[in-house]
């Protein structure tokens, strides 16, 4: 059987009625890329109690359930309250559904070291839950680049390879990548401001933006990636890296929860 992989749902309004979803390239990502099974997770359910976040209880079943957890990216934004800021006025694009589920869910998968793997959205929700902060707009910092995409350009132009990262040599994007240097796209207007205590950086800009990192001390496969190695990963080597390295955690861990459980029901 091929691992199960829980893929967190954006929560949004559309025609008056509340829909939990992922853009398709995320899930092709993973069933393809991956090879594995995606079962989209849905955020807190608004119908009920929009103030009420997730039991412990709810996240351990989530991960008893799957093999590894993938955070995709989003149009909205990790509410500022998460790190100690304030909403800009006017207000950026939130989800605070997904939030409630996706930061204590992180926590709690690299605590019991289920593999974890965020893009975009999922990069800064991953650097958040671990105590880190972001720069609501990152193109107004100096210094910095726009990292937002050319929205006048057909898909194919927003999702392009624009600018180089710097791999750390010693790091696992370089060993897949066998460069220290790769030539990434680039869709994102927020950014790493405070990295998180504990993790070391995978990627960086010439401008100084953090593009991924890692959890050393975690005992699962773990990795966020700033830009969208999603988008036509079988045309990228370190991209299709990613997605093979991220499947392989994926099964290994399912073998070793299948197994312990064969064990189990055999005892």
Known sequence: MRPVIGVISDVKAKDGQVVHGVTEKYIYAVARGAQAMPV??????????????????????????????????????????????????????????????SLPLIRAALERGVPLFGVCRGFQEMNVALGGTLFQKLYQQPGRFDHRED?????????????????????????LAGATSWRVNSLHGQGVATLAPGVVVEAQAEDGTIEAFRVPHAPGFNLAIQWHPEWRFWQDKLSSGVFTAFG????????????????????
């Open 248 to 267: 392989t955690a994926a099964r290994l861990a399912a073998e070793r929860r299948r197994g312990g459980g064969r064990m189990k029901a055999a005892g």
């Open 40 to 101: 989209l997770i849905p955020g807190t359910i608004s119908a009920v109690d929009a103030e009420m976040a997730p039991e412990r209880i709810v996240i351990d079943e989530i991960l008893d359930f799957v093999d590894a957890l993938f955070l995709p990216g989003s149009p909205s934004n990790v509410g500022p309250q998460h790190y100690g800021d304030v909403p800009h006025d006017p207000p950026l694009p939130a989800d605070p559904h997904r939030d409630d589920i």
């Open 151 to 175: 929205s006048s350009l057909a898909l194919e132009g927003q999702y392009a390879p624009v600018h180089e990262v710097s791999l750390a040599r010693d790091g696992l994007l370089a060993s």
